[in-house]
């Protein structure tokens, strides 16, 4: 059903993981890299990923992270709820795309920290 449902159906939605292990270490890194890959592979890795997170916006699941950068998969909006009431920030799987291909790790920092104005 495509790569982030799959990882989200192996994740136990008791445990968190910290965001950092996933972030880049320099600005010009991303989460998700080309590394090795022809151009035409790395296209069509973003478009693979880019139809994952288009499928899990169709069955709302979405991605909770708190400032500890702890993660939860969110299905439901009565997890999204108690997740804002637990203090985190919901991210939709497009967000969490857009975070991992297009921003610097002082981007995502920013955004989340727009997110928590709302």
Known sequence: MGRFLDIARSASFADTMPLETHSASSNNERCISDDGATAKQGKEA?????????????????????DSGNMRIVVSESDALKAISEGGTVYSPDEMLHVCLDLTPEERKLLHSLKRLR
Do not use: F, P
Not at 57 to 64: H, K, L, P, Q, Y
């Open 46 to 66: 973003k478009e693979d990923l880019h139809a994952s997170a288009r499928r899990l916006e169709s069955m709302d699941v979405c991605v909770a992270v708190w």
